[in-house]
Nanobody, 127 residues
Framework: QVQLIESGGGLVQTGGSLRLSCAAS????????VAWFRQAPGKERGKDREFLAWIRSSGVGTYYSDSVKGRFTISRDNAKNSGYLQMNGLKPEDTAVYYCAADRTTTGPLDWQYDYWGQGTQVTVSS
């Protein structure tokens, strides 16, 4: 199975950018589809996670939620066993804990469809 660790979160001003990374360990990362979700403040941990984007295992094929389309870009580097989420034009409502998730079969927008999760990284956008 794959283990995931997110990094790159932090405090940024409105309009700023951050690049989140998702480092994977374990075999065959290149066979996993990767997605990013976030959980807004006040939500119970592990619940009500909002889907943001997914990318296929090969790196060809992506999909974005309407809330981030045009501002966020998902990518991956299978040679480095890593996934990324480039976030531009950040807004205060983007403040959340951001999670990467992986699964061999799904590319859906529902969190229960993904078997493997990282611990999350906090992103705070100040106004």
């Amino acid at each position: 199975q794959v283990q995931l660790i997110e990094s790159g979160g932090g405090l940024v001003q409105t309009g700023g950018s951050l690049r989140l990374s998702c480092a994977a360990s374990g075999p065959s990362f290149s066979t996993y589809n990767v997605a990013w979700f976030r959980q807004a403040p006040g939500k119970e941990r592990g619940k009500d996670r909002e889907f943001l984007a997914w990318i296929r295992s090969s790196g060809v094929g992506t999909y974005y939620s309407d809330s981030v389309k045009g501002r966020f870009t998902i990518s991956r580097d299978n040679a480095k066993n890593s996934g990324y989420l480039q976030m531009n034009g950040l807004k205060p409502e983007d403040t959340a804990v951001y999670y990467c998730a992986a699964d061999r079969t799904t590319t859906g927008p529902l969190d229960w469809q993904y078997d493997y999760w990282g611990q999350g990284t906090q992103v705070t956008v100040s106004s």
